[in-house]
């Protein structure tokens, strides 16, 4: 499935290249003063000359983006780097008039036609009499070297200003997916040592009253823990493992709950062939548990997950019960990393409403899975 979508993805990359280059290669066409609509333009040899230009430095503009800048300015390999473009230069340069010349680099007057012969009193000075002129390339009419250079000086700067613009902004956008990664591989550490000291402690209470709930605390703590290992490192998990994952650490907060709690868990629609980023739900559930269980108080928590048309639905509500706790541990911190967490993984794909007072306290969380 992910080599399909990588495929497509290269072939429309490549077809809009293509694209691209096509409506380039339009442009001296169109603007010639020699177009008339046909293509006999093509016959025309100052035509062919700007147009082979044309066609070499399109060429250039993706050896520059795709080998040059890569392979030697980013490594700061400079020399190497300005020989490749001098010499790319000289080539947008030269190989027009070598294409469209069949005497190149002749310096030679054109043959004089048989039957008018010049007399001897009108035989044109000799080349090396005096000063010499401009060598010319081809026939008498093709430019001269100072201007096919300066001809060639503006499509070679624009092609060449224009690879190392679109380099660095890839380059840019690289950095900041590296970046946006490592911040997300941050804050998912962040929270995982979080509710798996909570578990622990959990568990730890159950051993101490030796309960009969014990065993079956330590085998939802070791799916807990093994989701935590396998998963981690995950850019996207199944909806239906990590929901999974969900009833597992909901069990085991029930564990050590009375009859005090008031616990409600809904679940609606089809969780099937959607992805999730690992462990952006569970912060809610885990402060939900912290803040809204109290042996001592009549408590409510409920989490309701739906799903429908691949956007996800998740509300954790509970009555805020709890009010020990200390404010340096406060949820607070762990909700400032998920909405973090959220924001980098779901740009523009989430939404969240909290409802807060100092009775309750409501998540609301919208997520497009497709």
């Known amino acids: 499935m992910r080599g399909s979508f990588q495929f497509f993805r290269l072939l429309k990359r490549i077809l809009s290249h293509t694209g691209l280059v096509l409506l380039l290669l339009t442009i001296p066409i169109v603007s010639s003063p020699d177009f008339d609509g046909t293509l006999s333009v093509f016959r025309v040899s100052p035509f062919q000359r700007e147009f082979i230009r044309f066609v070499i430095v399109i060429f250039f503009f993706y050896l520059n983006l795709n080998i040059f800048l890569p392979k030697f300015y980013n490594k700061k390999r400079f020399p190497v780097y300005m020989i490749c473009i001098i010499i790319s230069f000289g080539l947008v340069v030269i190989i027009p008039n070598l294409l469209t010349s069949g005497n190149f680099f002749s310096q030679n007057p054109p043959p004089m036609k048989m039957g008018n012969p010049i007399p001897p009193g009108n035989i044109p000075p000799s080349p ?50 590296s970046k946006t990664k490592a911040e997300l591989l941050n804050l998912k550490y962040q929270l995982q040592p979080h509710f798996l000291f909570n578990i622990l402690n959990s568990v730890y209470s159950l051993a101490l009253l ?79 548990f912290k803040y809204g269980f109290n042996a001592e108080e009549n408590s409510k928590i409920s989490v309701k997950i739906v799903v429908q048309e691949g956007v996800l639905n998740f509300v954790v ?54």
Not at 138 to 151: K, R, V
Request: no cysteine.
């Open 128 to 177: 090396m009499d005096g000063k010499q002129p401009f060598p010319r390339f081809g026939h008498q009419n093709d430019t001269s070297y100072y201007q096919m250079i300066f001809s060639s000086l503006l499509p070679f700067l624009f092609s060449f200003l224009s690879s190392l613009f679109i380099f660095k902004n890839i380059e840019k956008k690289e950095l900041e997916r």
């Open 210 to 288: 030796k309960s009969d709930d014990a065993p079956n605390g330590i085998l939802k703590l070791s799916n807990v823990m093994r989701y935590v290992v396998q998963e981690s490192s995950k850019d996207f998990v199944d909806l239906t493992k990590e929901i999974e994952y969900i009833k597992d650490y909901i069990a085991l907060q029930l564990i050590r709950t009375d009859s005090s709690l008031d616990f409600t868990y809904t679940e609606i629609g089809d969780l099937k062939n959607l992805k999730i980023v690992p462990f952006i739900l569970i912060n809610f559930i885990e402060n939900a």
């Open 317 to 370: 509500f509970n009555k805020i019960v709890n009010t020990t706790i200390n404010e340096e541990n406060s949820f607070k911190i762990g909700l400032k990393n998920t909405f973090e967490h959220l924001k980098q993984a779901y740009p523009e794909k989430h939404s969240i409403k909290i409802n807060e007072t100092e009775e309750i306290y409501e998540v609301d969380l919208k997520i497009s899975l497709i």
